[in-house]
């Protein structure tokens, strides 16, 4: 582990670019392993030379439209609030965002690639090369848990709080290396169901289009499918119907925006597909158990 704080220094020095305005950070607050930034930014376009460590980047409170191109991919896609962007160390990119007023807010955090060797040594008892691949748009509740988390310790500093980064530091390389690492033990595939291709386009167009009507049709069609068949085939891959797929996305970007963001329930409600507030309210009562105004309270 580097025994030195992990400096902004060290980072793609993206917080603090021009227009961009920089609410909290953890420079100076003694955390080896994580770095974490919390802004508004301004949308941007700019070339970026590879560092060693990993960037994790989630949207905030609106939408946010992003293209890269790394490693010779070009990646396009709305990102919706609480997916994360993963860029690996050691990777030279090119980035370009937009949004309809040009300003979002965002949750920056890095993580040390030692941190992540480790962990992944540790997992899997290999000396294989650790590798981390670029992910646009992921939708995952751990890296949302903990984007949360930090942004309750950098609004509330404590003299713990170095510790507790590093505790954090762990399970986000767990959650890496167990879920988006390349190289890892391949999961069981279950039988039939969609290629990965089409399900990640299923996946990706419920999250761009949380706000809007969702129809089996219009996500059977971003998989090239018919509405039939892809229904039967997203349920062996999920377990669950696609319907029921969309009602628990809808949950976790509520729950994602009444954690991390003061807007009112009513903006919450339009924002993640739901008719209305009192909508909302019934549906996330009925899966979490609590009120939107409940989960707010208590977070």
Request: include cysteine.
């Amino acid at each position: 582990m580097n025994p030195l704080p992990f400096s902004y220094l060290e980072t793609h020095k993206l917080a603090h670019r021009p227009g961009n305005l920089v609410h909290q950070s953890s420079e100076g607050a003694g955390w080896r392993s994580l770095f974490a930034t919390i802004q508004t930014e301004a949308a941007y376009e700019g070339t970026f030379s590879a560092i060693r460590d990993h960037l994790l980047v989630i949207p905030l409170k609106q939408p946010v439209r992003f293209y890269r191109r790394i490693g010779g991919e070009l990646q396009e896609q709305t990102l919706a609030p609480g997916s994360t962007t993963i860029t690996p160390g050691g990777a030279d990119h090119t980035v370009r965002t937009a949004t309809d007023n040009g300003l979002y807010d965002t949750i920056h955090f890095y993580i040390r690639h030692e941190t992540l060797a480790e962990i992944h040594a540790e997992m899997f008892d290999t000396g294989e090369t650790f590798t981390l691949p670029p992910f646009i748009g992921v939708v995952d509740l751990t890296l949302q848990s903990i984007a949360l988390e930090i942004q309750k310790m950098l609004a509330s500093p404590e003299r713990s709080d170095a510790i507790h980064a590093e505790t954090l530091s762990r399970t986000l390389a767990s959650c890496l290396v167990r879920r988006h690492a390349a190289g890892r033990r391949p999961a069981p595939q279950p039988r039939g169901g969609l290629s990965s291709r089409q399900l990640g386009r299923a996946l990706a167009y419920i999250e761009e289009s949380l706000d809007e009507t969702v129809s089996l049709s219009a996500i059977a069609s971003a998989a090239g499918l018919n509405a039939g068949q892809f229904g039967r085939e997203f349920k062996k891959n999920m377990n669950l119907t696609p319907h029921e797929y969309v009602v628990k996305a809808r949950v976790d970007r509520a729950r994602f925006l009444l954690l991390s963001t003061e807007l009112s329930l009513a903006e919450i409600a339009l924002r993640c597909g739901f008719s209305h507030q009192q909508h909302m309210t019934r549906i996330v009562h009925r899966v979490v158990g609590l009120t939107p105004g409940a989960l707010r309270r208590n977070r």
